[in-house]
């Protein structure tokens, strides 16, 4: 039980600070006009198509925020969906974060690390073949 509860903080820090806190930080930007701030300048991904449309990056960041944020909480207090909804964000996020790079880096060693304990956790000692 006790990494779950690890699991859960960890993806709780990667969906409320990673996720949602970057999307709120550029709410200004958004507010007083990108003429004023570049945000080209201060995030770059290697996917050009991500970089052009940043706006939707950042509306698909937020949801996948509030999703990694609900499936921890789940997780914390031990409820099924939310273990299943932890393996499916970090399963995702582990498939996504190539495309990502370079902030992609710092998601996959939050959801890399999440997976790992949730599976230690459930899976246990148990052997492949007894």
Request: charged residues 10%; positive net charge; contains cysteine.
């Amino acid at each position: 039980m006790k990494k779950y509860k690890i699991a859960a903080i960890l993806m709780i820090i990667h969906g409320l600070f990673m996720e949602i806190g970057g999307c709120i930080c550029l709410i200004p930007i958004f507010i007083f006009g990108s003429n004023r701030f570049d945000i080209n300048q201060y995030f770059s991904f290697i996917v050009p198509f991500f970089q052009e449309n940043m706006n939707l990056m950042i509306i698909m960041g937020a949801i996948y925020g509030i999703g990694r944020v609900i499936g921890a909480i789940g997780l914390w207090r031990n409820r099924i969906w939310g273990l299943v909804l932890s393996i499916i964000n970090c399963i995702i996020t582990i498939a996504l974060m190539m495309f990502m790079l370079p902030a992609g880096i710092m998601d996959g060693i939050f959801a890399s690390s999440a997976l790992i304990l949730i599976l230690i956790e459930y899976f246990g000692n148990k052997k492949i073949v007894e």
